[in-house]
């Protein structure tokens, strides 16, 4: 039986996290999209001022997944946490991964004393949609995104 352990992620995790963005950007379709560094990468997350945090999912001591946030204000709700991504290697799902992360992503949320989590979908991932219904999500047909490149 593997063991699968959550924990915090360090520095040193950056460059597998990188792989699964990597992975993550060629299931949507858009492997071109991705544009940041490794060392800006690193440094957003555990430089001087994080901007991101994020939970690792180990199995057998190899990242197989992770879960990176960081929180985003609201002048109506106040302080919530924003799910950049949860991403779980192909080749290991559906061992549970997904929901310890996603578990421990609550348990942030309320240590922190937030308002709640959010985050974004691709309209056609269907198995991203069966996920999050598991948690009794409730999903926005009101607000479009606002993109701006700059």
Not at 27 to 56: C, D, I, K, L, M
Not at 113 to 140: C, H, I, S
Request: net charge negative; glycine share 6%; aromatic share 14%.
């Amino acid at each position: 039986m593997p063991s699968i352990t959550i924990r915090k992620a360090e520095s040193k995790d950056c460059d597998r996290m990188l792989e699964l963005v990597r992975e993550l950007a060629l299931y949507e379709r858009a492997p071109q999209e991705v544009t940041v560094t490794a060392e800006h990468f690193r440094e957003s997350g555990f430089g001087p001022n994080p901007v991101w945090w994020a939970f690792v999912a180990e199995e057998d001591g190899r990242i197989q997944g992770f879960a990176l946030y960081y929180i985003r204000y609201s002048t109506w709700k106040g302080q919530k946490m924003y799910l950049e991504d949860i991403i779980v290697t192909e080749a290991a799902r559906g061992k549970g991964l997904g929901s310890m992360l996603m578990d421990a992503l609550i348990i942030e949320t309320k240590e922190r004393k937030l308002q709640g989590m959010t985050w974004q979908v691709l309209n056609w991932n269907e198995p991203a949609f069966n996920f999050y219904r598991k948690y009794n999500t409730r999903f926005d047909d009101e607000w479009v995104n606002g993109i701006l490149d700059i």
